[in-house]
């Protein structure tokens, strides 16, 4: 769950989605991902807990000062890149599972638009504005999560739900899973 690129390829092996993302290691990598990735971005060093240091970066301009100014970017110390879904609902899920059995224990939902760190958040227990199917997206994926990742005790999953404007559903994206 760590490894960004082990993750990465898990979440393809399973089949879930995840904000468009890199990781760099050099000022050089952390422009030419963002150049890719387009903009607004979520960037944050990887080196850290608790959100700290985490920025919403709408320009070239704006990363290049928080990349002077907020963080040491290097081999030891990358930064993580992740495009912002801009009118997401972040949501977290806590379960619980023995390596055979996924328990969900509670969906918040986060009463601030995705991009407020979960530590800074409020949250509302029960989610209220999601639709049943999109809740029981969030348990699908959680128990594969918890069972792909074969936890034993307790699992954090946080998610960004966004409308798609075509289909008028919508779609789950994987923010960070925590075991713990």
Do not use: W
Request: glycine share 6%; aromatic share 6%.
């Amino acid at each position: 769950a760590e490894d960004r690129e082990r993750f990465h390829q898990l979440l393809h092996k399973l089949d879930l989605k995840q904000p468009p993302n890199a990781i760099a290691t050099t000022e050089e990598e952390a422009l030419a991902a963002a150049k890719e990735l387009g903009f607004p971005i979520v960037i944050r060093p990887s080196y850290v807990l608790g959100g700290q240091a985490m920025e919403i970066v709408h320009d070239m301009a704006a990363l290049e000062n928080y990349i002077a100014t907020a963080v040491k970017v290097s081999g030891d110390t990358p930064v993580l890149l992740d495009r912002y879904l801009r009118g997401a609902i972040e949501i977290d899920v806590d379960a619980v599972c023995d390596g055979k059995h996924v328990y969900i224990s509670g969906i918040m939902e986060h009463i601030e638009e995705a991009g407020v760190h979960s530590g800074d958040s409020a949250c509302v227990l029960p989610p209220h504005s999601l639709p049943y199917k999109t809740v029981r997206e969030l348990e699908k994926e959680t128990r594969a999560l918890a069972l792909a990742l074969k936890v034993k005790g307790l699992i954090n999953v946080q998610y960004a739900v966004k409308m798609n404007p075509q289909t008028a559903e919508y779609e789950v994206f994987i923010l960070e899973v925590n075991p713990r």
